[in-house]
């Protein structure tokens, strides 16, 4: 506890960590983040040390930011447990007010993101191409076309969410299409796209999460389910491996992808960077399975009467280099090292 600091003001709490007397400036920041005098103590950093010191019973000093409306507060406080039955005295030494801080772009995108998350009715996995390799709805009047995503895997996913004014959308880049509104057949709402990228450092995304979004309440009967007969053509029929095996793998493979991808970029919370790099080898590992499930499919394919060639260039010095990144993790166990090949490229 700092005694040098002259005591600017206190608060005094009783065992419910509710606050009983206070002191300027504490006493307004308490009516500002939304609390009463006497009222439950409203500053939540300053109720987390409070409960920290009553539980332990044991003086704290610490460094607290908060909120007022107006003004970003810095402050140091002691908070020094009174009893078993009773409360804490609250004692500021410190106080600085200043300007909002600007958040950093990232922690923007990030927080962006998460809400995004949490209020998405319709969540797809992309692949690099943003083409559909899997998708999930919670939402009753979007199970139809939660079927249709399905049921087009492999295919763009512009081709199922129309975007708005954008005819001819195959190819753009992502950025134009994040945030785009589309059209969601038989539905009177307004909808729009989040498409979240599953970065890697010096590389372009390895896949994306489509996220669908409204900012109108859903209502009753709103959106109709559709028919698989609504979407495009019937698929081609396939072998075991198209009709049984792909479908039943496809989800908890992209699942597994998604949830690598979220604990490599860190959106669940801080994580050493060993176990980042970790997941974001799961990540690359289940791309590649998940990508060879649909190359198994494909030949199986080549015997339906509907099959037709495409022809794709193939950079096969970037497929060495990932397969080289791949092995690299169980060779470096044993002491050998897998060098990548390099670009040929000019």
């Known amino acids: 506890m700092n005694t040098r600091l002259p005591v600017l003001a206190k608060v005094m709490t009783d065992a419910l960590d509710r606050v009983m007397t206070a002191q300027e400036p504490l006493a307004s920041l308490q009516l500002h983040c939304g609390g009463d005098i006497p009222g439950t103590l409203a500053i939540p950093e300053l109720l987390e040390v409070v409960r920290l010191a009553r539980s332990n019973k044991a003086v704290l000093t610490r ?189 908890p493979i992209s699942r597994v992808i998604a949830n690598a991808e979220t604990i490599r970029s860190r959106l669940a919370g801080p994580l050493p960077d060993a176990y980042a790099e970790y997941a974001g080898e799961i990540v690359a590992a289940g791309t590649l399975l998940a990508g060879l499930l649909d190359d198994f499919a494909d030949l199986e394919v080549v015997e339906d009467a509907g099959f037709s060639v495409d022809c794709e260039e193939i950079d096969l010095v970037q497929a060495a280099r990932q397969a080289a990144g791949i092995l690299n993790v169980r060779a470096l166990e044993k002491n050998i090292r897998v060098e990548p090949p390099v670009s040929l490229r000019n």
């Not at 990228?197 to 590389?203: E, Y």
């Open 63 to 251: 460094q607290i930011t908060a909120f007022d409306g107006a003004e970003h507060i810095w402050a140091w406080v002691d908070v020094v447990p009174l009893g078993d039955e009773t409360g804490c005295e609250i004692r500021l030494r410190t106080w600085q007010a200043g300007s909002p801080l600007a958040e950093d772009g990232h922690l923007a995108t990030r927080r962006r993101n998460m809400t995004d998350r949490a209020v998405s009715e319709l969540t797809a996995v992309l692949d690099s191409q943003q083409r559909v390799l899997a998708a999930h709805s919670g939402s009753d009047a979007l199970a139809g076309l939660q079927q249709i995503f399905m049921q087009a895997v492999g295919r763009p996913w512009t081709d199922i969410l129309p975007p708005v004014g954008l005819p001819g959308s195959h190819g753009l880049h992502w950025r134009l299409l994040d945030g785009v509104e589309v059209t969601v057949s038989g539905s009177t709402r307004r909808w729009h796209v989040s498409l979240v990228p599953q970065l890697q450092p010096g590389a372009e995304p390895a896949g994306f999460d489509l996220l669908l979004l409204s900012d109108e309440p859903e209502e009753l009967a709103d959106v109709q389910p559709l028919a698989a007969a609504d979407f495009g053509p019937e698929p081609l029929s396939g072998g075991v491996v198209a009709q049984d095996l792909a479908p039943a793998l496809r989800q």
